[in-house]
């Protein structure tokens, strides 16, 4: 066995993640560097440390898990959410069953709930959100964020959802509360059933085909029929009617 596969088995023992559904040399780039950053010589050797510090293992899941985002990325994709995609669900249900799942730090799931309140008081939006990194579950709950993660968000959305606080933004507490954090594994844990929704973007491209795959499947499974998944810009489902769904828009596919 390999040092990589010894760190993957110990992991998988000690968070239940497993990295082996992780792409091998994009997994191993980073984490090399985290372990010779921090002094160690091997895989074997950051293990043993990594079982003793819980320091170094939140440092270690915050490097796993790729937490860049912002709100509106990619700001097209949400105008469709917005003008098309939204309406089309409403018209079925007013209470819209909603997950933003590998939320990072809460700029996805905050982001559903600005753009949904164009047509629902924030009382009525209910947003479940989940990553697999409670620290960054921590940082969403927190709402703080610096310039930059705003560069996309419409003016009227800004002046009338955040607080200025230097050198950062704070999302008001009326947005916070449309959104309901949970720390959940999608390779491993359950899904719950009947979402309107399902906004998954920007992590598939870390996984390998085979975790995919199972995803991809499972969301399906999750969606109602007319439900949408609504994917990353780099994230094409190439042969959706695998998966149960048809193309909606570029980047959306219906629940058949």
């Known amino acids: 066995m390999s040092d990589y596969e010894h760190f993957i088995e110990g992991i998988k023992r000690k968070t239940g993640i497993d990295l082996s559904l992780y792409k091998e040399a ?3 780039r980073r984490l090399t560097s985290l372990y010779e950053k921090k002094g160690y010589r091997n895989f074997v050797d950051f293990l043993h440390a990594l079982e003793k510090d819980r320091d170094l293992m939140n440092e270690f899941l915050d490097r796993m898990t790729i937490n860049v985002s912002e709100f509106y990325r990619n700001g097209k994709r949400w105008e469709v959410l917005q003008e098309k995609i939204f309406p089309m669900l409403l018209k079925h249900n007013k209470r819209l069953k909603i997950w933003s799942a ?3 730090t809460g700029e996805e ?3 559903i709930s600005m753009v949904l309140s ?3 008081p924030l009382t009525q939006i209910n947003v479940f959100a989940t990553d697999i990194d409670e620290n960054v579950i921590q940082k969403a709950k927190l709402g703080l964020y610096p310039e930059r993660s705003l560069l996309e968000v419409p003016t009227d959305m ?7 606080e230097e050198p950062f933004y704070k999302i008001k507490d009326d947005i916070k509360r449309t959104v309901t954090y949970k720390k959940h594994n999608l390779l ?3 899904y719950d059933t009947n979402y309107d929704l399902i906004v998954c973007r920007n992590v598939m491209i870390y996984f390998t ?3 995919k795959e199972q995803i991809y499947h499972n ?4 969606l109602r029929s007319g439900g949408i998944l609504f994917v990353g810009s780099t994230e094409q489902i190439f042969n959706p009617a695998r998966y149960d769904l048809e193309v909606e828009d570029t980047f959306f596919y219906r629940k058949k």
């Open 158 to 164: 800004k002046s009338k959802y955040f607080i200025k």
């Open 219 to 222: 969301f399906s499974k999750s």
């Open 102 to 104: 590998a939320c990072s």
């Open 26 to 28: 994009q997994m191993k």
């Open 188 to 190: 491993r844990d359950s």
């Open 209 to 211: 085909e085979e975790a």
């Open 109 to 111: 799931p905050y982001t």
């Open 118 to 120: 164009n047509y629902l």
